[in-house]
């Protein structure tokens, strides 16, 4: 069964640093690595996708990156604001089509 | 942009109800997913489909159920609500190997 884990569980940064949110899984048949952001109370929006034949996606001033034989993907947020604080999950789809997600980090950064 | 509806919001329901939970997207997308979120336990996945009339169990089926009679609508049914159902119900749509988009959640407490 796959397994998703997410490390550190909660990070606090001061506003301008750049940071990197870690993401490991133990199964590499994999279609595709999803990072999400989450608000308190409210859904997911999807970040950023990675298809598993890619090495990295980029957008705006977040770079996902994805190393599939080891099971490794790290999502790097350059220049962090305060309005980037929210909690990231990453999540994988298998062979089942399902998607399985990590406990995520929780992402705070002071102004 | 797609958008993924969730009926409610708030629900509050007693014990022994059935439980109707409603999740609409408008961009004809074929997989769709139930999750509930529970603090320290993450994303889970109760049920999910990739057709109409088709269904999938997912981690956590016992004491769910659900409808897809119709492309853009999945429901999800709690046959006779418990207090151990009180959560975070998060509904999701994609296309195979594709973003995942969320509904806003229905933070549902059974009492």
């Known amino acids: 069964k796959q397994e998703v884990t997410q490390i550190p569980a909660a990070l606090s940064v001061p506003e301008g640093e750049n940071l990197v949110l870690n993401c490991s899984f133990t199964d590499s048949a994999i279609y595709n690595l999803q990072w999400f952001r989450q608000d308190p109370g409210k859904g997911l929006t999807s970040l950023l996708l990675?298809?598993?034949?890619?090495r990295e996606q980029t957008s705006g001033r977040l770079n996902a990156s994805l190393d599939k034989s080891s099971g490794r993907s790290t999502l790097y947020i350059a220049a962090s604001q305060p309005g980037d604080s929210a909690t990231y999950l990453c999540a994988v789809t298998g062979s089942a089509r399902q998607l399985t997600f990590g406990s995520g980090t929780q992402l705070t950064v002071l102004p | 942009d797609v958008k993924v509806t969730q009926s409610s919001r708030y629900l509050v329901k007693r014990t022994g109800e059935k439980v109707f939970l409603e999740c609409v997207q408008d961009?004809?997308?074929?997989?769709m997913f139930w999750y509930r979120q529970d603090p320290g336990l993450g994303l889970r996945l109760i049920y999910f489909?990739?057709?109409?009339?088709?269904?999938e169990k997912g981690d956590i089926p016992e004491g769910y159920s659900v409808s897809r009679e119709k492309k853009e609508r999945f429901s999800l049914i709690l046959e006779s609500a418990s207090t151990n159902q009180t959560s975070m119900y998060l509904c999701a749509s994609s296309r195979p190997a594709e973003r995942g988009f969320f509904g806003q959640g229905t933070r549902l407490t059974v009492v």
């Open positions: 961009m004809d997308h074929e997989n």
């Open positions: 990675i298809q598993s034949s890619q």
């Open positions: 489909s990739y057709d109409v009339k088709m269904k």
